[in-house]
């Protein structure tokens, strides 16, 4: 997955324009899914947005999906709006399941607990981390999405699995994802 940061004055206005979802209605704090159309309404890629502020919404596309996201972007960036493509600089930890909440207030503290499709900055905490935490996942089950910056990555991953933490790979995910009906940019839809 990649990060993507859009800014300026009037960005959600901007982006209610090229997503499938009403960006305007979507508070600070909050998180929300979408899909990104061409001009036939065929799906180019989904993405969950993150609004930090009425000028700020953190964006994670699909990993395969990076550099299509943002020459398309590009070429609908208007003069008040930024788009910054962070994905070099930061690393996305999904911890998902049952335990999740357990595990994040055991490693990250309680004051970093949020509920789902919400969005905050990482509360000061024990390893300290940087970053923020989103209620979000792509397994269909209670969980978060830690952005943390590529050098803390190794410290929070140990961190969690000695919380007792299991990781698993994309096969157990995608097992997750197919129960829930979501769907795989790629494979279950694909823009040309």
């Not at 930024?82 to 207030?105: F, H, R």
């Not at 209620?135 to 007792?164: C, D, H, K, M, R």
Request: with cysteine; net charge negative.
């Amino acid at each position: 997955m990649g990060v993507f940061r859009f800014s300026g004055h009037g960005v959600k206005q901007w982006l209610k324009g090229l997503a499938s979802q009403q960006v305007t209605a979507i508070e600070s704090g909050r998180c929300a899914y979408t899909h990104f159309m061409d001009e036939s309404g065929c799906i180019i890629d989904d993405m969950i947005f993150a609004v930090t502020s009425d000028d700020e919404i953190l964006g994670v596309p699909n990993a395969s999906m990076i550099e299509v996201m943002k020459d398309w972007f590009d070429a609908h960036l208007t003069e008040e709006i930024t788009l910054e493509n962070l994905s070099s600089e930061y690393s996305i930890i999904a911890l998902q399941g049952p335990a999740s909440k357990d595990v994040c207030e055991k490693v990250l503290g309680k004051e970093n607990h949020i509920g789902r499709f919400r969005w905050k900055p990482l509360s000061t905490n024990e390893l300290g981390i940087d970053g923020w935490i989103q209620g979000t996942g792509y397994t269909g089950e209670n969980g978060y999405e830690i952005f943390i910056p590529n050098q803390q990555a190794p410290l929070l991953w140990s961190s969690l699995v000695a919380a007792g933490s299991t990781p698993i790979g994309l096969g157990a995910r995608d097992t997750l994802r197919l129960e829930k009906g979501y769907l795989l940019s790629g494979q279950d839809f694909a823009w040309s």
